[in-house]
Each structure stands twice: as C-alpha cells, then as structure tokens.
C-alpha cells in the first residue's frame, strides 16, 4: 500500500505584548478606523526584547510536539521558513534543533518563499514522506516582523499590517486509508519580485556594510499593494479552482478553507469568488495581523482547537504572497 502523509498536531506561539490599532496612532499618521476598514486589523503581537525567531519556533513546536505526545527526537526532518532570520547564516533550522535538543543530527532545510512558505514546506513534506525518505517531520513558520517595519508615516501602508508569531505543524508517514495530504499546486512569477521587498542589507553592496554606509528606506518593506492586493485576489482563485478541478472536487465538497491572513477583504472577494460560506473558514487576522509563513499554521491551530475543523474534514490551505509565490493544499484531516 502507498505511503501518505497525514498530521499529527500542532502547535503555536504569540509574544503577549499586544498592539492595537490606537498604539499605532501615536507613532504615525493612521487610524483605528482605517486599519479596519481597509485590512481588518485590530491588534496585532510584537516582541518584547530578548524574543527571537527560534525562540518563538521552539515554544510552538514544544505544543506540537507535546500535543502529539512526541519527543524531539521522534521528527527526523526539520523544515523552517521565515522572511527575516535570526542570523544572516546559518538558516534558523538548525537554531531550533539547537533549541529542541535533538540528541540526534536530523536534516534541518531552511525555506525562503514568503507569505507562501507554509504551502510549499508543507508540499516538500508530503513529497519526502510519501517517496520514503522520513517519517516525521516537523514544519515551522517564525516570524519576527515588528523589529523592521518603518514606524512613521511614511511607512504606514505596510507597517500598520504585520504581526509576530510562530506555527508549527508535525506530519508522519501513513497509509492510503488514513485521512492525509492529497496534493498540492505551487506557483511563482518573478517579474514580480519587486512588488513586495525589503532590499538592504544586499550582497551585492561593495562593501556590505562599512562606517559610511548610509541607511535609506531600502531596509523597511517596500510594497505597491494594490498591485499586491490584486494578484493576490486572481491568484488565489486560480490555483484553487485549479485545486480543486484536477481533484475532480467542488467548492463546496469542502469542509473548511484556511486562507492566508493579509487583508481580511482579499479573503472576502477568494471566497466570495469561489462560493464559500463564511463559516467555513477562519480568521486570526483581526487580532495577529499578517504573521506571513506562520499565519497558516497559527489559523489551522486556532480553528482545530476551537473545533471549526474536525478529523475526516476536507480541507484546503491557500496562500499568496512576495515574489509573487503563492499555492494551495488539500487534505483530509
Ligand atoms: O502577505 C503579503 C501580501 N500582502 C497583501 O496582500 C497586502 C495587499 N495590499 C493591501 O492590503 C492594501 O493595498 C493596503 C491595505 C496596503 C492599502 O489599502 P488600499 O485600499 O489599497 O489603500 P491605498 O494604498 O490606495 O491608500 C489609500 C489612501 C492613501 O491616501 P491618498 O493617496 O488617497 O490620500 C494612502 O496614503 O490611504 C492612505 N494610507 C493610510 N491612511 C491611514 C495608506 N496607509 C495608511 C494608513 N493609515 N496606515
């Protein structure tokens, strides 16, 4: 009988310091008023010093690994995605197996793929186990945004959108008649690359770094986000439709849709688009903001352990981000 991959559980972290949309006010030239009507935003999560992406990445893979009732040394395969790292390298991968105590030297695979990253670790993931390479792997998104966001004005578009958080999700190797991954549909377009970008510090600078070096707005998120807002709405329809239709599946087949959380009106028109109810989805964009790789890994944690999404659920991830990248997952939980 084949192999398939099937999850295990997850787990999530937030750092407690909240930011509401009126703590913006005093920094910058926005309004509580705004953030919510064009995203959705109330609050969101910034770190306190001394939080760190791996950190972070730890405690939410210590609540996996506990609600899987799994040791560190169970997973045999690390994969960790985030926009911003710990260190410019090595990759955070291996920060978090130095912080699990693995007694074991497991493969730790460093993802870069955005706001997308989850649907692609998660596809590799299922890639790996079904051809028999793992058993068990550990996926995790972290994501420290707040310490680089341009905090006046003049950053306002972006800055008042992202939060920090992590999410990990745990998966293991199974068989055909157990509820598991189905199949995954992963998209790129470069020409975009320049939408969405934070640029410096670059490689490409002679030298890198120097006393002289002057820091221009190259160091804070750039983004033209109505053509992000856009390609996101398109996109997102697309590759779910595409989903979908090489699944010989209907949108309403679906038990339950986990969409990336960037702007709570981009998920209106997805899911409007595809004709899905409200209630079959969930939202943690309201209180984290956008947390990038980690969103979609946090939002499935909350809606499981609400009880929105139950075993045997048919369920889709869906995701669009910088680069452009963007993709969708299926599965049976
Ligand atoms: O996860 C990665 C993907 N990211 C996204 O999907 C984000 C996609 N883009 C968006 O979500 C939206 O484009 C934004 C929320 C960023 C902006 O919403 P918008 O409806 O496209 O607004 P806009 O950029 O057209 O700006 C409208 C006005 C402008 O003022 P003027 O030129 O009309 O006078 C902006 O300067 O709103 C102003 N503005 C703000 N005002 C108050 C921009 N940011 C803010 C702010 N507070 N934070």
Not at 2 to 27: F, H, K, Q
Not at 241 to 249: M, V
Not at 254 to 273: D, K, P, S, T, Y
């Amino acid at each position: 009988m084949a192999t398939r991959t099937r999850i295990v559980s997850t787990g999530m972290y937030v750092p407690s310091r909240v930011v509401t949309n009126r703590d913006l006010e005093e920094l910058m030239d926005t309004s509580d008023e705004w953030i919510q009507q064009r995203s959705g935003i109330k609050e969101r999560r910034w770190v306190s010093p001394g939080e760190t992406t791996r950190g972070m990445a730890a405690s939410a893979s210590r609540q996996a690994l506990e609600r899987g009732k799994l040791k560190a040394d169970d997973i045999d395969m690390i994969i960790f995605g985030a926009l911003i790292t710990d260190y410019i390298f090595p990759g955070t991968g291996v920060l978090l197996q130095r912080e699990l105590g693995f007694s074991k030297p497991v493969p730790a695979l460093d993802i870069r793929n955005q706001c997308s990253g989850f649907v692609y670790a998660l596809s590799v993931a299922d890639a790996w186990i079904r051809s028999g390479q793992y058993k068990r792997i550990l996926i995790v998104g972290s994501e420290i945004h707040s310490t680089s966001l341009d905090l006046t004005t003049r950053g306002r578009d972006v800055s008042v959108l992202f939060g920090d958080g992590a999410g990990a999700m745990i998966v293991e190797a199974c068989d055909e008649k157990t509820p598991h991954i189905l199949d995954s549909c992963l998209h790129s377009e470069g020409k975009f690359a320049d939408a969405l970008t934070v640029i410096k510090p670059s490689a490409n600078d002679f030298p890198r770094l120097s006393e002289n070096t002057k820091f221009d707005t190259s160091i804070y998120p750039h983004m033209e986000g109505k053509l992000v807002f856009k390609n996101a709405v398109t996109r997102m329809c697309e590759v779910m439709t595409e989903l979908l239709d090489r699944n010989h599946l209907r949108a309403s087949d679906l038990n339950f849709v986990v969409a990336h959380q960037a702007n709570m009106r981009i998920n209106q028109m997805v899911l409007g688009e595809l004709g899905i109810p409200f209630e079959k989805t969930h939202h943690t964009l309201d209180r984290y903001g956008n947390t990038t790789m980690a969103t979609i890994p946090i939002t499935f944690d909350e809606a499981v352990q609400l009880g929105k999404i139950k075993r045997g659920d048919l369920v889709a991830f869906v995701a669009f981000g910088a680069g452009f990248t963007w993709g969708a997952n299926l599965l049976r939980y």
